[in-house]
């Protein structure tokens, strides 16, 4: 089978790319049904982009390179595009986008852009025996229907990092990599819970609580959830990205500066009240008990002065912590790391010394927030290789 592009991955940056690269183009993927991590996604209704993407909400050793795919194809072209397909989408906080019904209907719109563009879909299907040739790429597609031998002349490399493993995930794309001698970034789970020594935090497991979490300088107000294993919720999650192994981390449960006046007015009206029953009105009963196991609680509202306030305040916004770990891949949302941006152009995704291979997605050395950015990062990327493919 002689094509123009395969392209290896079929997720979200795979399909987007196959939909729009023109030409004969065949897609494979090891699963038995394309677009797997977008069925699952946003609670089964798909976080499909962010209003307020952009390239501050995206890590990569080089901060730059994403501008340009972000740029030339917007969360706003996505929108547009989900619109002209009767996706009904809404809302919800810090400008994320889902979808109203199911993330079916995201995985169901870019199978009928790939059938009307003429793409070929393999399911359950591997890549092996892959080697550059002199017109392009050589290998053979093992799938149900046994083997066969292919050419293409561009190849695009869409298979993600190793999150979730339980879903397929591998570092399939790091190898390849390999193969052809490039550079990759140090990988590691990102968007991903904390762990904690000694069920550490077992008595508060099913908390949460809107909250401030910093790590390596960077923080983030969103909620926080306990676990039986440490911290996870949304807050966590986003911190987790900017987190190293041995770094500690500042928990602030007062994110909003609130709590000093709502106390102060609670001292005045009802000063004989006890600290813990009032401070509890305020923060979840649970939270505050297993508080005042590690601070000095005692007494009625009356006794505590304005100091000592001032002092438990401090503590609540600075309360500083040192992971053990995370749960690593098995429920990290995504991968941080990967092909090293330096062997890209940031406009096609191609490799600069083998511009006919292409990496894109979450395999590169971008990764986003969480709420929307990374899956914008699989359109935009693969829009700019599809384009470049087109063009050539």
């Not at 946003?42 to 976080?47: L, P, S, T």
């Not at 009206?269 to 029953?277: A, D, H, I, L, S």
Request: negative net charge.
């Amino acid at each position: 089978m002689q094509i123009d592009t395969l392209i290896i991955g079929a997720g979200a940056a795979g399909m987007m790319c196959a939909a729009n690269a023109g030409g004969r183009v065949v897609i494979v993927d090891h699963a038995k049904a394309p677009g797997e991590k977008i069925r699952i996604s946003g609670g089964g209704r798909c976080n499909f982009t962010n209003m307020h993407c952009a390239p501050h909400a995206f890590l990569s050793q080089n901060p730059h390179f994403a501008k340009s795919a972000l740029a030339r194809y917007t969360q706003w072209d996505f929108v547009e595009l989900v619109d002209q397909h009767g996706i009904k989408w809404h809302e919800k906080t810090l400008g994320q986008l889902f979808c109203d019904v199911s993330a079916k209907e995201i995985v169901a719109m870019l199978r009928t852009l790939m059938q009307v563009a003429g793409v070929e879909l393999h399911l359950q299907t591997s890549v092996e025996n892959l080697i550059k040739t002199e017109s392009g790429y050589s290998a053979v597609l093992t799938g149900p229907n046994g083997s066969k031998p292919i050419t293409a002349k561009n190849l695009v490399v869409a298979t993600g990092g190793k999150s979730i493993p339980k879903m397929g995930a591998t570092g399939f794309a790091y190898d390849i990599a390999r193969h052809f001698n490039l550079n990759l970034t140090e990988t590691r789970p990102a968007l991903v819970p904390f762990t904690f020594p000694e069920d550490r935090f077992t008595p508060l497991a099913g908390v949460a609580t809107p909250a401030r979490v910093s790590a390596n300088g960077t923080s983030f107000d969103e909620a926080l959830l306990f676990t039986h294993r440490g911290l996870s919720g949304p807050v966590v999650l986003q911190a987790s990205s900017y987190w190293a192994e041995g770094q500690d981390i500042s928990v602030n449960i007062d994110p909003y500066n609130t709590l000093m006046d709502a106390l102060r007015d609670k001292r005045q009206e009802q000063g004989r009240k006890n600290f813990t029953t009032e401070l509890a009105k305020l923060l979840p009963t649970r939270l505050v008990d297993h508080l005042a196991t590690q601070m000095d609680l005692t007494g009625n509202l009356a006794d505590q002065s304005d100091k000592r306030l001032g002092e438990i305040i401090d503590e609540l916004q600075n309360w500083k912590m040192a992971p053990s770990g995370t749960e690593g891949y098995r429920t990290a949302e995504v991968t941080l790391g990967g092909i090293d941006t330096d062997e890209l152009s940031s406009k096609t995704m191609a490799v600069t010394s083998l511009p006919s291979l292409y990496f894109i997605g979450e395999a590169v050395d971008v990764t986003g927030w969480l709420g929307g950015y990374n899956f914008q990062w699989a359109w935009s990327s693969g829009i700019a290789a599809a384009r470049a493919i087109a063009a050539d």
